[in-house]
């Protein structure tokens, strides 16, 4: 009996020494999570977003961003790299190109080339031809690790996210992976960058982000909506910023929304001055209270990936205005459909976007 105690100490020293110091990528940053409101007010649980019709993707999984552009075809980004192409019910789906990288966010220019922001590849572009340029993957020698979103303003010049400084998906598995990554360690890298073709240059407009995600521009382009994933919060940042540093109080920067009732994603102009967005997972008890514990944060890492504490699955995408009124709320309370981005809204559907579903979600408008 002396020597089964002694093993199952050991064993219990040995557990309890891997817990605590076997080493992890992250260097977990302090934070004080603001108390969660819930579904309460202009977000109170409903099930708008419940029953959605589906448009088979032949396979493809993660219509991460969608658009309908110029040429009446739409067209949507999936994990494979594939950017497929379709008709607006579906039909005639056939790949545009495959960037060899993941694309998460895009948009069309004057010229009707589609601008790729490639998790993996940095900044592209992708003629009607289909032919595919490098414009940019590095801002100041300083490579581009994570380009997420994008936006086209009327004048040429382009606006991306760069989620994180730290955790590039290339390197860290996967874009789910590295944001997961990133979000844990609350170290705050995220930037938004601008590229001007006219002088082929890549300027910092923001940084100090929690996994900088969504952009869109204001309808009259002097400013920038970017979404605050890992803090749960949208900024409104000038466009004409300079190396704006967020993380140490931003003065150009007004806070838009804040304390949101989960994680916020993309950001994509609907009809009649509407922003849409999703929040991709609820908030999580377990995660916020973890927030000023950063040990506990690093031996998270250390359990199997099963118990690390990933919130539940939760459909929600809402719409404001750019004063920050909520004008929309649709959710789904079963997460049928996983990983809710945003919204891509036409003059008769909203098409839901996903980081992970099987095929792509729409709604008829009412």
Same mark, same amino acid.
């Given at each position: 009996m002396?020597?089964?105690?002694?093993?199952?100490?050991?064993?219990?020293?040995?557990?309890?020494?891997?817990?605590?110091?076997?080493p992890v990528p992250?260097?977990?940053?302090?934070?004080?999570?603001?108390?969660?409101?819930?579904?309460v007010?202009?977000?109170?649980?409903?099930?708008?977003?419940?029953?959605?019709?589906?448009?088979?993707?032949?396979?493809e999984e993660?219509?991460?961003?969608v658009?309908?552009?110029?040429?009446?075809?739409?067209?949507?980004? $999936?994990?494979?790299? +594939?950017?497929l192409?379709?008709?607006? #019910?579906? @039909?005639? =789906?056939?790949?545009? &190109?495959?960037? *060899? %990288?993941?694309?998460?966010?895009?948009?069309?220019?004057?010229?009707?080339?589609?601008?790729?922001?490639?998790?993996?590849k940095?900044?592209?572009?992708i003629?009607?031809?289909?032919?595919?340029?490098?414009?940019?993957?590095?801002?100041?020698?300083?490579?581009?690790?994570?380009?997420d979103?994008? $936006?086209v303003?009327? +004048?040429?010049?382009?606006?991306?996210s #760069?989620? @994180?400084? =730290?955790?590039?998906? &290339?390197?860290? *598995? %996967?874009?789910?992976?590295?944001?997961?990554l990133?979000?844990?360690e609350q170290s705050?890298?995220?930037r938004?960058?601008?590229y001007?073709?006219?002088t082929?240059?890549t300027?910092?407009?923001?940084?100090?982000?929690?996994?900088?995600?969504g952009?869109?521009l204001?309808?009259?382009e002097?400013?920038?909506?970017v979404?605050?994933?890992?803090k749960?919060?949208?900024?409104?940042?000038?466009?004409?910023?300079?190396?704006?540093?967020?993380?140490?109080?931003?003065?150009?920067?007004?806070?838009?929304?804040?304390?949101?009732?989960?994680?916020p994603?993309?950001?994509m102009r609907?009809m009649?001055?509407?922003?849409?967005?999703?929040?991709?997972?609820?908030?999580?008890?377990?995660?916020d209270?973890?927030?000023?514990?950063?040990?506990?944060?690093e031996?998270?890492?250390?359990?199997?990936?099963?118990?690390?504490?990933?919130?539940?699955?939760?459909g929600?995408?809402?719409?404001?205005?750019e004063?920050?009124?909520?004008?929309?709320?649709?959710?789904d309370?079963?997460?049928a459909?996983?990983?809710?981005?945003?919204?891509?809204?036409t003059a008769d559907?909203?098409?839901?976007?996903?980081?992970?579903?099987?095929?792509?979600?729409?709604?008829?408008?009412?």
């Open positions: 002396k020597k089964v105690a002694l093993g199952l100490g050991m064993l219990l020293l040995a557990l309890m020494a891997y817990l605590a110091l076997w992250i260097q977990p940053v302090s934070w004080k999570a603001p108390a969660a409101s819930g579904y007010g202009p977000h109170a649980a409903n099930q708008k977003l419940a029953g959605l019709k589906m448009i088979d993707l032949g396979g993660g219509p991460e961003h658009v309908l552009a110029r040429d009446g075809k739409l067209y949507t980004t $999936v994990l494979s790299g +594939n950017i192409r379709m008709n607006p #019910d579906g @039909s005639g =789906r056939e790949v545009f &190109a495959n960037t *060899g %990288g993941r694309v998460l966010g895009f948009d069309f220019d004057a010229a009707g080339n589609l601008i790729a922001a490639d998790a993996v940095g900044l592209l572009s003629g009607p031809d289909r032919k595919i340029t490098v414009l940019t993957d590095q801002v100041g020698g300083d490579p581009i690790r994570y380009a979103a994008v $936006v303003a009327r +004048n040429g010049k382009i606006y991306l #760069d989620a @994180s400084t =730290r955790f590039a998906p &290339a390197r860290w *598995g %996967g874009t789910f992976e590295a944001s997961v990133d979000i844990i705050s890298t995220g938004i960058l601008e001007d073709p006219a082929r240059g300027r910092v407009v923001a940084k100090g982000l929690s996994f900088a995600n952009v869109a204001s309808q009259d002097k400013d920038l909506f979404a605050e994933t890992g749960y919060r949208v900024w409104k940042i000038p466009a004409e910023a300079r190396e704006l540093d967020i993380a140490q109080g931003g003065a150009q920067a007004r806070l838009l929304l804040d304390n949101l009732p989960g994680y994603d993309n950001l609907g009649d001055g509407k922003i849409w967005m999703g929040l991709t997972k609820p908030r999580s008890p377990v995660v209270g973890m927030a000023e514990k950063p040990f506990l944060r031996m998270t890492l250390r359990l199997p990936r099963a118990l690390w504490p990933v919130p539940k699955a939760y929600h995408v809402m719409a404001f205005t004063d920050g009124k909520i004008v929309a709320d649709l959710q309370p079963s997460g459909y996983p990983e809710t981005t945003a919204v891509t809204e559907r909203l098409y839901v976007q996903s980081l992970h579903a099987k095929g792509l979600g729409w709604l008829d408008k009412k």
